[in-house]
């Protein structure tokens, strides 16, 4: 199946700085990308949809200018937490759709201190 | 608008035993479905899927699951648990042609006694 790799797989930031998670396809082509966030023993939520080469569409309740995407190319969508703060603290992930479904990374675990 | 409720938050089975994780959907069109295996710190990992062909789908690690229109339902099951069964699991709902834009349910720890 189609490989997505997310980096990195855990980052612990200081409150006040910026983070930013990469999400490449390796082996395929995604002008769609996906972002969720995991609270722990939560379920996924979506974020945000990354159309590469265009603005993100962001969930209700999703602070865009704290939670910065870029999609500038069909491989690589990358998330920034801007100004981050331990309520920010999570798992993020990301998923690239292929067809009918989506391969997700692995998984970002953030802890802003 | 697209939901799922997975019955049981918890489950808990002996090894060797049938496992039944409950999933039902509600989706306003002819809906995607997948189930998705968690293990701790880690990302997702697709089990199965039903994308509108047959109705019974076999997914990797024994794994299957029935679509069931007129119950709304996506249950998974595995005739016989493995220790390395126990993990969390996702049962997700996308609607065509936003395929991947996935709503999911609260998911399942499934736990193997041994």
């Known amino acids: 199946g189609a490989v997505v790799s997310q980096h990195p797989s855990r980052v612990i930031c200081k409150s006040g700085t910026s983070v930013k998670i990469e999400c490449r396809s390796l082996d395929f082509q995604a002008t769609t990308m996906f972002w969720y966030r995991q609270f722990p023993k939560q379920s996924l939520m979506l974020m945000a949809t990354s159309n590469e080469g265009s603005k993100a569409t962001y969930e209700q309740g999703v602070e865009k200018d704290k939670f910065l995407i870029n999609h500038a190319s069909l491989t690589l969508s990358t998330l920034t937490v801007t100004s981050a703060h331990p309520e920010d603290s999570s798992f993020y992930i990301c998923s690239a759709r292929v067809g009918a479904e989506a391969f997700f990374g692995q998984g970002t675990r953030l802890t802003v201190v | 608008a697209q939901s799922v409720t997975q019955l049981g938050s918890h489950v808990s089975v002996s090894e060797g035993a049938l496992v039944l994780l409950r999933c039902n959907y509600s989706?306003?069109?002819?809906?995607?479905l997948f189930w998705y295996v968690q293990y701790p710190n880690q990302g997702l990992q697709l089990l199965l899927k039903y994308t509108s062909a047959a109705t019974l789908v076999k997914g990797i690690n024994g794994f299957e699951a029935e679509f069931k229109k007129s119950e709304t339902s996506f249950h998974l099951t595995k005739p016989s648990a493995h220790m390395s069964d126990a993990a969390e699991y996702f049962c997700?709902?996308?609607?065509?042609?936003?395929?991947?834009?996935?709503?999911f349910g609260d998911g399942t720890t499934l736990t193997v006694k041994p």
């Open positions: 997700a709902v996308s609607e065509p042609p936003n395929a991947g834009k996935s709503t």
């Open positions: 989706s306003s069109v002819p809906p995607y």
